[in-house]
């Protein structure tokens, strides 16, 4: 390793890991779990982390096989040359404009609350293209309004958390599970959603310190404090807040905290401020990394028709302009809250898949260890993609 080559130790990684999986997701998920499942999304929450795991771990070893830039396009490019590689870096990019298509939404309910005149998809559109425009100027967000963002995200988790502490009402947690045990299957696509962002981790096997061992510890210990934060969280929010006062699966936990509390309007307030840096700030990176996703698929396709944008010097403003666009007709298109987490964990999921197959080519060096490993993960993934695909024929 070259002496001038950063290096940061299992701490640092296992940091930047929790960061990229905590962001806006999780507070999609309260509602539509309670009028899914009930305080049973407990166990949804920990099924679903077990399985991130393993997947987790299966990257690492996809990412120590692969050691080339190009994410999910190479991981694919391993196995099944360009036209798989392709495959998976559109699946893995139209199920990240999906879901943004919900944060835009969510946005847009925020932002009504203020501006009660202009509806919410207008809203929600307005705040998309001010992001857009951001991007295509190439501001960044700076290293303070990364803290600042961080600070927004944990905020609502831990305000709720410590609310819940001193309104614990136990009842709530009967019928514990209302709607059936089957109704686990589709919670999974919904709590999904909150962890994606795990297989970012694999892109530190470069600049960990004894990446061997110490990725996997990083891996697991990030999963593992994002998991009971979560856990936490959901209790929370299970423990003070009746199923019966929750009006649909889109409503956020602002709302729910000031009309089940009123005289704590206040805090919810403080919720629902925090809550559009976050989102905003996630919608931000999302739009960036989408963007630099279209530009490398550019640049690698074979079609003649792209050879002038190739070389074009304002591709990465394209790229921003197609993922802008993406993100409206998504935001647009889809109404149904179970659509967005459907179809974002079918598109997301698919890529998963096509990535982790690369792990069964050249398996000779293979100890039981790996095998379980890598079995596991490739499992794990087709049991959240089937229960997503299940869904999604629920839904029509």
């Known amino acids: 390793m070259s002496s001038t080559t950063t290096t940061i130790g299992l701490s640092m990684a296992i940091i930047v890991a929790m960061n990229a999986m905590i962001g806006a997701g999780i507070f999609t998920a309260p509602a539509a779990l309670l009028t899914l499942v009930g305080p049973a999304s407990i166990v949804a929450f920990i099924l679903v982390a077990a399985g991130v795991w393993i997947m987790a771990l299966a990257f690492a070893r996809l990412a120590r096989l692969v050691s080339q830039e190009g994410g999910f396009y190479a991981y694919a490019h391993f196995w099944g040359g360009h036209s798989a590689g392709m495959v998976a870096a559109l699946l893995y990019l139209i199920g990240l404009i999906i879901s943004m298509g919900l944060l835009g939404q969510i946005t847009g309910s925020l932002l009504h609350q203020w501006i009660p005149g202009v509806s919410e998809k207008v809203l929600g559109i307005m705040a998309l293209l001010f992001l857009v425009l951001f ?21 609502p988790l831990l305000a709720m958390i410590v609310f819940a502490l001193f309104n614990i009402h136990t009842e709530y947690l009967t019928p514990f599970a209302p709607y059936g045990w089957w109704a686990l299957v589709p919670a999974v696509q919904v709590v999904i959603y909150s962890f994606l962002g795990f297989e970012c981790t694999t892109s530190l096997f470069s600049l960990v310190r004894d990446p061997e061992k110490n990725l996997p510890r990083a891996i697991t210990l990030s999963i593992l404090f994002t998991a009971i934060l979560y856990i936490a969280f959901m209790a929370a929010v299970i423990l003070s807040i009746p199923q019966s006062s929750v009006s649909y699966p889109k409503e956020l936990i602002s709302h729910l905290l000031a009309k089940t509390y009123p005289a704590f309007s206040w805090l919810a307030t403080l919720i629902a401020i925090s809550l559009v840096p976050t989102i905003l700030g996630t919608i931000h990176s999302m739009v960036w990394g989408a963007s630099m996703l279209v530009v490398s698929l550019i640049n690698v396709s074979s079609a003649s028709c792209l050879t002038c944008v190739r070389a ?13 666009a993406g993100i409206c007709v998504s935001l647009l298109t889809f109404t149904s809250l179970n659509l967005f987490f459907s179809l974002t964990a079918v598109f997301i999921v698919s890529a998963y898949l096509s990535a982790l197959v690369a792990l069964l080519k050249n398996t000779r060096a293979y100890r039981l260890r790996d095998w379980v490993v890598v079995i596991g993960g490739i499992k794990v993934a087709v049991i959240i993609f089937l229960c997503a695909v299940y869904s999604l024929v629920k839904s029509f």
């Open 135 to 155: 991007n295509i100027l190439g501001v960044k967000i700076s290293q303070l309004w990364q803290y600042i963002l961080i600070a927004c995200t944990f905020f």
């Open 312 to 324: 074009s010097a304002y591709k990465n403003q394209l790229g921003v302009l197609l993922v802008g």
